[in-house]
């Protein structure tokens, strides 16, 4: 049986991408290959989510392209995601 994605999946993929598994359906998965804070504006307009997400489609046929390298329980498992985050936040709540 080939690998089938989970969400909280680490993944190398051949195309240069890296991340953890976003998303998944039967008709694709999603990759986050990056995140960086919202700007104020951005997250006052919108205040459910802090950051900004890079998402990669990845689909089934391409599957046996991702090397599976680890997973973790949640996204709230590791005190730093190991996808880097990008800039850091300096106005409204303190960290």
Not at 17 to 24: I, K, M, N
Not at 28 to 55: F, G, M, W
Request: a negative charge; charged letters at 25%.
């Amino acid at each position: 049986m080939s690998y089938q994605p989970q969400v909280n999946d680490y993944v190398v993929w051949t195309k240069g991408v890296e991340g953890w598994v976003y998303f998944t359906d039967k008709s694709y998965i999603t990759i986050e290959q990056s995140v960086r804070p919202k700007d104020e504006i951005n997250y006052l307009c919108c205040p459910i989510h802090a950051n900004e997400r890079v998402l990669v489609i990845c689909y089934p046929e391409q599957w046996k392209e991702l090397t599976y390298i680890k997973s973790r329980e949640s996204i709230y498992e590791e005190k730093k995601n190991t996808v880097e985050i990008v800039g850091e936040i300096t106005w409204g709540e303190s960290k």
